[in-house]
């Protein structure tokens, strides 16, 4: 009896360790990184953007605009420029005013103003042949921003975070859930590219 209690004890213990050792090495990297087929320009980006958005609920009990945010690097033989891609997407059609209210949008970082100009709508702004981040829906809008470093640093060391897109009647943004993988993301982002 005392064997077979023994036994199990050791198996259960082996599965425990075992359980423990896949977790811990099936974390999933917070950056990822790629060369593009066709441009030959090596493509780094967080693996969580971050996820803003606005309630829209006076149009439909479950109306809201999402926008999606996440950087990137495109090296092409030691050049590097810095991005932010955004991902525009709605609950109802918001593709007809994403063009033009995103051409110039504002991200308030701990109450900082970062002003941005859209650099294209299409992957070959930045010179990708193949989308970098997974589009949050089939239908989202994306854009691209150029950017620095410190403008990138200043989003990931922030706390409060609100985009503001729109010039005639701006629409305000604000972190949909906890921002916790997003910005540990960003901060490894940085810790790589720079």
Not at 71 to 92: A, D, F, H, Q, S
Not at 96 to 109: C, G, L, N, T, Y
């Amino acid at each position: 009896m005392n064997d077979m209690l023994g036994s199990r004890t050791q198996f259960a213990c082996q599965v425990a360790i075992l359980l423990l050792l896949t977790a811990c090495s099936s974390s999933a990297p917070l950056t990822r990184q790629h060369l593009d087929p066709l441009t030959g320009a090596t493509i780094t980006r967080a693996s969580e953007p971050l996820v803003l958005y606005r309630d829209l609920s006076a149009k439909a009990a479950n109306a809201r605009e999402y926008v999606y945010l996440g950087p990137i690097e495109v090296n092409t033989m030691g050049v590097r420029k810095y991005y932010l891609w955004l991902g525009v997407w709605g609950t109802y059609d918001t593709r007809s005013d994403a063009i033009d209210d995103f051409e110039s949008v504002v991200i308030f970082a701990d109450g900082e103003p970062l002003s941005l100009s859209a650099s294209g709508w299409t992957l070959s702004t930045i010179g990708a042949s193949e989308p970098v981040y997974t589009p949050p829906v089939a239908g989202a809008t994306d854009a691209w921003y150029q950017v620095t470093v410190d403008q990138i640093r200043l989003i990931a060391e922030s706390r409060d975070i609100e985009l503001r897109a729109g010039t005639a009647v701006p629409r305000h943004y604000m972190p949909w859930e906890s921002t916790d993988a997003a910005s540990a993301s960003l901060v490894e982002f940085l810790r790589q590219v720079y």
